[in-house]
């Protein structure tokens, strides 16, 4: 069955530093990966996703992701954090049927150090 | 311009009441779902609709019943509200192809809470 890991419950990092936000997934096939985020009292947005081809891939906000089937890790990173990136954030997986579903992991919730 | 649109964007009532929550999206997609985000902020799927028709239909009680009239359109309506069912009730909805790819757009969300 599938499912994701994000181990990091709460992350506090301060302003201006590298972030890395954790996720493992479990998938029989070729997973589709996102990445999303939750600001206080919206919806969510998708940050980036990975369907094939390159294993490093660019969102938006400037965030990055590295696929890494070795590892089944898909983990989130930024060079530099702003207080506006404070939110939740979710990683998900998906396959590539029409009747597949996506299963989000639990979150990892990211506070700002000013 | 939303593209998700949910109403309403809160909601409180007491247990027993029946009430909908609406859902339109303008992407032109063909494939709408229902999540539900507990407290913990747990995100997990209800149904799906494609073109209209039911595709995904979790372990959810019969007193949630979706209706989708259209393509662009997807409604939940509870009955006999529960304590329980208080929580954070999204909308989304992504557009199928032949590779399957289907990043999902979310609306706003509707908070319930059950008095």
């Known amino acids: 069955a599938q499912s994701v890991t994000q181990p990091d419950i709460h992350i506090t990092v301060s302003e201006g530093a590298s972030l890395e936000l954790r996720c493992n997934y479990s998938y029989g096939a070729t997973p589709y990966l996102f990445w999303y985020v939750q600001s206080p009292g919206q919806g969510l947005q998708l940050l980036l996703k990975?369907?094939?081809?390159?294993?490093l891939v660019q969102g938006i906000k400037g965030f990055e992701a590295e696929f890494k089937r070795s590892q089944s890790s898909f983990n989130l990173r930024k060079p530099s954090v702003h207080w506006s990136d404070a939110a939740e954030y979710f990683c998900?997986?998906?396959?590539?049927?029409?009747?597949?579903?996506?299963?989000f992991g639990s979150g990892t919730r990211l506070s700002i150090r000013p | 311009d939303t593209a998700v649109s949910q109403t309403p964007k809160y909601l409180v009532t007491q247990m027993g009441n029946d009430k909908s929550i609406k859902c339109e999206q303008n992407?032109?997609?063909?494939?709408m779902y229902w999540y539900k985000q507990d407290s913990k902020k747990f995100l997990k799927i209800m149904f799906s609709?494609?073109?209209?028709?039911?595709?995904i239909n979790e372990t959810v009680p019969n007193r949630f019943s979706p209706k989708s009239p259209d393509k662009a359109h997807l409604n939940l309506h509870i009955n006999s509200l529960e304590l329980g069912d208080s929580a954070v009730y999204f909308c989304?909805?992504?557009?199928?192809?032949?590779?399957?790819?289907?990043?999902?757009?979310f609306g706003p969300g509707t908070r319930l809470t059950v008095t």
């Open positions: 609709y494609n073109n209209k028709e039911l595709i």
């Open positions: 989304a909805s992504s557009q199928e192809s032949r590779t399957g790819a289907h990043e999902q757009y």
């Open positions: 990975y369907f094939s081809g390159d294993t």
């Open positions: 998900a997986v998906g396959g590539g049927s029409s009747a597949s579903k996506i299963i």
């Open positions: 992407l032109g997609h063909d494939t």
